[in-house]
């Protein structure tokens, strides 16, 4: 009996292990991450690539920075 609740319990921890070192999503937790660095990255620098135009958008549009904004 004894030995039949230390295979059990191995298996067990075996089994957890092995969920354990795949994650919860079947591995893929850390493409998900990597995408949300990227949209992230792409949502900060976007404003800042756009603004390179900012005075030449006022300049051809003959408008303030409020209607340019």
Known sequence: M????????HLMEKELEEW?????????DWM???ICFVVTGFSYAFP???SVYF?????????GHSDTA
């Open 48 to 50: 800042k690539a756009i």
């Open 2 to 9: 004894l030995s039949e609740t230390t295979a059990e319990s």
């Open 32 to 34: 998900v991450l990597l």
């Open 55 to 63: 005075k030449e958008l006022m300049r051809d549009f003959d408008v």
């Open 20 to 28: 354990l070192g795949l994650g919860l999503d079947g591995g893929w």
